[in-house]
C-alpha cells in the first residue's frame, strides 16, 4: 500500500518561503511512470495543482506560480519537497502530496489521484 505524508510547518510568517516534504512508503519515487505532484485546497473552495516531479526527475510548476515554486527530491530518503517563495496569507490553504499516473492539472478531487497524504494546514501570518 502506497502512503504519502506531508510535514512542515503549520505557521509561515509573510514574505517568508513555505518548505513542506512528502514521504514516500510502499513505492518508490524513481520507479514508474508517476508524477509525485503538490496540491492545495483554499478554505472553502477547490483543488490548485501546485506542481509536480516525475519518476524521472523531471519538474513540472504551476505557470501562475512558477517564479515562487520549487519542487525537488532526496531519493535516499524517498522523499520530494515543494518550497513557495514570497508567501502572503492568501497562501494559507490545506497542502497535498499525491502520486499520479498523469499531470492533472486541474483537478477537481482529491480522490482523483492516485493516492494522496491526508494533508496540512499550512497559515500564513505574521
Known amino acids: 500500500q502506497v502512503q504519502l505524508q506531508e510535514s512542515g510547518p503549520g505557521l509561515v510568517k509573510p514574505s517568508q518561503t513555505l518548505s513542506l516534504t512528502c514521504t514516500v512508503s510502499g513505492d518508490s519515487i524513481t520507479s514508474g511512470y508517476y508524477y509525485w505532484t503538490w496540491i492545495r485546497q483554499f478554505p472553502g473552495k477547490g483543488l490548485q495543482w501546485l506542481g509536480a516531479i516525475g519518476s524521472s526527475g523531471a519538474t513540472y510548476t504551476s505557470p501562475w506560480l512558477k517564479s515562487r515554486t520549487s519542487i525537488s527530491r532526496d531519493t535516499s530518503k524517498n522523499q520530494f519537497t515543494l518550497q513557495l517563495s514570497s508567501v502572503t496569507p492568501q497562501d494559507t490553504a490545506v497542502y497535498y502530496c499525491?502520486?499520479?499516473?498523469?499531470?492533472?492539472?486541474?483537478?477537481?478531487?482529491?480522490?482523483?489521484?492516485?493516492?494522496w497524504g491526508q494533508g496540512t494546514l499550512v497559515t500564513v501570518s505574521s
Open positions: 499525491a502520486r499520479d499516473n498523469q499531470l492533472r492539472k486541474s483537478p477537481t478531487r482529491i480522490e482523483s489521484f492516485n493516492y
